[in-house]
């Protein structure tokens, strides 16, 4: 019998690789399920094997095994895989040994039929895998349903668990586990509504929403290599002006990166477009409708073949997600060489948070010569939360929360005359914190921080503040002249946020007014978090608060107007004037001097957790101050090394040991400092996914040059001439450090001050040397330089920095921020 067995797993096995083989594709890890069944099943050009033959791998194996002669099912998969189920009474895991590490697709096929005394529609459970909820509460009333789902296995096994919600069980007709192309799921991708940030996708789950094709015809899994579904778009349409077109003969992929495994020849073969042939002065677009999950990032991959072979010449189009450019002036023909047939495709991610309905468009480009638009194909992927989860509420979370009440009232129950008592001892504890707050509130009152008695009793607001309002609190009706009505004219940024306006107030003074989503809760923590933040502090470094404004469920911050913009507008992707070495290193300087006050400037220090060039803003002297608190987090108390908190920042510039850990430390803005240095230095951006792949990561490709010796080849081709090798050698050293894969090889904010101080010092006396026609000056001496304690900066001349070794910079830089307090 286990002959027989073996030589029948060998058959299968190989019958599959030659299909595989023809296919192109190979999977080394392939586990097909059909589960309750006491057979193999062959479904199309594939084998699923019964189920008690992967009974070991299973927790629990004596689970119910049902079927069903349900001759009434419809579905795109065969319905041979829904005739069978297994039926889980308790929580229960499949483990399946891993041969090859890296993303695998996971399907669940689900169909409630009836089997004696289960009923598997009022079946309700949950289903997870490794640390990633792929369903909560999940029940299917009817018909069958294929749930798909994908993520990145590191450590040679998979765990697959079936929960059942209390006093239900669980099911499953079938299921796959087979390991992926290396070439199908990008690490990372750009976000719409954040031009220039990128999402990293690495760690993330991701789950199948929908697989379009385009040109009103769908394609059955048996004709994709990866057994994908693809529903047509008809459905989907809510424009009438296209046509459909069909030309599968046509794709090829002899000639770029495409293969069949991204989509097959009958997806890159059809294409829905605007019907320019019938009406060639026509200009509109073509828009699809999909509902999605609200709260969720999604990952968006447009897939394009040129199947038309127009002979009007060259055409551009625009692609949009939500009425933002996905692609502006799309140029199909260039991206593929102009070869007929021959496939492209590219990925966005896109955030749907206060919607659960997410459109697509193309339409004309006012740069092409005639209306054209095409589209082949479309998928739609969810990405899976901070805590890990593809569902609105983390079923850990909930259970968590439900022990902990189940604990008070049994605490409660037992001891309520102790209860009584922490109660009594917790109002006093409160009322005094109360009074010790509005002690504090009072004495900023003095300095022209913090509150205002006075309210609008009509404005509708958010109520987020329970005694006061923080700030100055403007009304709508003063911003809204401020700003023309909040004209599309006077917008000079966006981020996850909002959009940023600028003002001008009656009396000349400019603002810049940072405006929340309206009517939406969405941010409302950040916003809250931003004035409270701002109203605390007062330094010369960090950008000024204005005033705020919450009329009309209204998040509207007003902060003091930056001439010059960002950092990252003056390094990159802008035609503003190049700044010099010297400018680079006095921004920096002022960036490290803003946050070295909010780590040592307060008892327990304030982590910004959001460092980036786009947060650094330059006035018209170009002196740099640190922006965006909405992220900022109070520090450790004085007897704890670290905040343990969600994962919160932009991608590129989050500390790995935050990321990794959920620990947040002051060193994760060390790090993220770090990158801006390096940012400044090459003056490219941190991730740029249009450079070979050895460069598409700034601190990996500066790391790897930094090791091999020629800094001038990192380094912007702009400073090559003005930068002296002295003083690039101890910004970059200083940089490196700040990069330390563990938080406590690196630096304090202080020393990092210190040495950009030194960085400048060498690149000034350079210049004046070079002025005076003297001998340049020698750079081996570059090191970390240190000052004794209670020295000023000033005191020191370059010449006799290598003596000031062995000194901490942290309780002198610290001496100083207070002194530049304004």
């Known amino acids: 019998m286990g002959n027989l067995s073996l030589q029948l797993i060998l ?22 399920i059909d589960c309750g069944s006491p057979r193999n099943s062959s479904v199309g050009n594939r084998t699923f094997l019964a189920d008690n033959f992967y009974s070991d791998m299973l927790s629990t194996p004596q689970n119910i095994l049902a079927n069903t002669n349900s001759s009434s099912l419809s579905s795109s ?17 499949y483990t399946f040994p891993i041969k090859e590490n890296g993303r ?24 997870s895998a490794q640390n990633f909820t792929l ?33 239900s069980f669980a099911f499953v007709n079938a299921l796959e586990v087979i390991s992926l192309p290396i070439e199908l799921i990008p690490d990372s991708a750009g976000i719409v509504e954040m031009p220039g940030d990128h999402q990293n996708l690495q760690n993330r789950a991701l789950e199948t929403v929908l697989r379009v094709n385009m040109g009103n015809q769908s394609v059955h899994p048996q004709k994709d290599t990866l057994w994908r579904q693809w529903v047509s778009d008809d459905k989907f349409l809510k424009h ?22 991204i989509a097959p020849a009958l997806v890159y073969g059809t294409a829905t477009k605007l019907d320019s042939d019938r009406d060639p002065h026509i200009n509109a677009n073509i828009t699809w409708l999909f509902t999605v999950d609200a709260g969720f990032n999604y990952l968006v991959r447009f897939h394009f073949c040129d199947i038309v072979n127009s002979s009007l010449g060259p055409f551009f189009f625009n692609v949009y997600i939500n009425s933002w450019f996905a692609y502006r002036s799309f140029d199909l023909g260039k991206l593929t060489s102009n070869i007929i047939g021959n496939p492209y495709f590219f990925d966005v ?66 001891s309520g005359g102790i209860c009584i008592v922490l109660v009594f001892v917790l109002a006093l504890f409160l009322i005094c914190r109360r009074r010790r707050r509005l002690a504090a509130v009072s004495h900023s009152r003095e300095d022209n921080f913090v509150m205002n008695q006075t309210g609008d009793k009509n404005s509708n607001s958010l109520a987020l503040f329970s005694n006061s309002s923080f700030g100055y609190r403007y009304p709508l009706t003063v911003i809204e002249e401020a700003t023309n009505n909040f004209s599309e004219d006077l917008i000079i940024g966006t981020g996850g946020f909002g959009k940023v306006y600028k003002g001008i107030f009656k009396d000349g003074t400019k603002v810049a007014v940072k405006r929340g989503q309206s009517k939406s809760q969405q941010g409302l923590k950040e916003f809250r978090t931003e004035i409270e933040m701002l109203s605390q502090f007062r330094h010369r470094h960090l950008v000024s608060l204005i005033g705020y404004c919450d009329e009309r469920n209204e998040m509207i911050i007003i902060y003091e107007f930056m001439e010059n913009g960002t950092l990252k507008s003056h390094l990159y992707s802008s035609d503003l004037p190049v700044l010099s070495w010297k400018q680079r290193l006095e921004i920096c300087i002022g960036s490290a001097k803003g946050l070295h006050y909010l780590h040592t400037g307060s008892t327990r220090a304030i982590i910004h957790r ?125 940089a490196e450090k700040c990069l330390a894969q563990c938080g406590l090889d690196r630096p304090s904010m202080g020393d990092v001050l210190w040495n950009l101080e030194s960085a400048l010092q060498l690149q000034v006396k350079e210049e004046k040397t070079s002025d005076e026609g003297g001998l340049v000056m020698r750079t081996d001496w570059v090191g970390h330089l240190d000052t004794p ?34």
């Not at 058959?11 to 097909?32: H, K, R």
């Not at 998969?77 to 895991?93: E, K, M, N, P, V």
């Not at 304690?789 to 901490?808: E, I, N, P, R």
């Open 11 to 32: 058959s299968c096995s190989y019958l599959f690789c030659l299909i595989c083989i023809a296919s192109g594709f190979v999977p080394l890890d392939n586990y097909l």
């Open 77 to 93: 998969y065969d319905s041979t895989l829904y005739l069978t189920a297994r039926i889980f009474g308790q929580a229960s895991r």
């Open 104 to 127: 695998h697709l996971i399907r669940l096929y689900f169909f409630p039929f009836v089997y004696g005394e289960y009923n598997l529609s009022m079946a309700k459970f949950s289903v």
């Open 135 to 167: 369903l909560k509460g999940f029940q299917l009333d009817k018909g069958s349903v294929v749930k798909e789902y994908s993520f990145k296995i590191a450590n040679n096994q998979l765990v697959l668990t079936f929960t059942p919600d209390t006093n």
């Open 240 to 261: 009438s002006a296209v046509s459909t077109v069909s030309n599968v003969d046509a794709v090829t992929y002899k000639y770029g990166n495409v293969t069949e495994n």
């Open 349 to 414: 991610i896109t955030s749907s948070t206060t919607s659960n309905a997410m459109s697509v468009s193309i339409g004309p480009s006012s740069e092409s010569n005639y209306p054209m638009a095409i589209l082949n194909g479309l998928e739609i992927m969810k990405i899976s939360n901070s805590q890990g989860s593809l569902e609105t509420s983390d079923p850990e979370i909930s259970s968590s929360k439900t022990k902990l009440r189940s604990k008070i009232i049994l605490i409660a129950g037992l």
């Open 610 to 734: 959001d460092v980036k060039s786009a947060n650094i803003l330059l006035d018209e002297n170009l002196m740099a101050k640190v922006a965006d608190f909405g992220l900022s987090k109070t520090g450790p108390e004085i007897d704890q090394t670290h905040v343990s908190t969600a994962v919160k920042g932009s991608f590129g510039y989050l500390d790995p040991e935050y990321l990794t850990r959920q620990q947040l430390t002051e060193k994760s803005d060390i790090y993220s400092f770090g990158v801006v240095m390096l940012e400044t230095l090459c003056g490219r951006a941190v991730i740029d996914p249009s450079l070979p792949r050895g460069k598409v990561n700034l601190v990996e490709w500066a790391m790897k040059w930094r090791e091999r010796g020629p800094i001038q080849e990192t380094i912007d081709p702009h400073l090559v001439d003005q930068a002296s090798e002295g003083s690039l050698w101890k910004f970059m050293e200083i």
């Open 789 to 822: 304690a209670g020295a000023s900066t000033t005191q020191f001349s370059v010449g006799s920095l290598g003596d000031l070794a062995g000194a901490s910079m942290s309780k002198i830089f610290a001496k100083m921020a207070k002194e530049e307090m304004r």
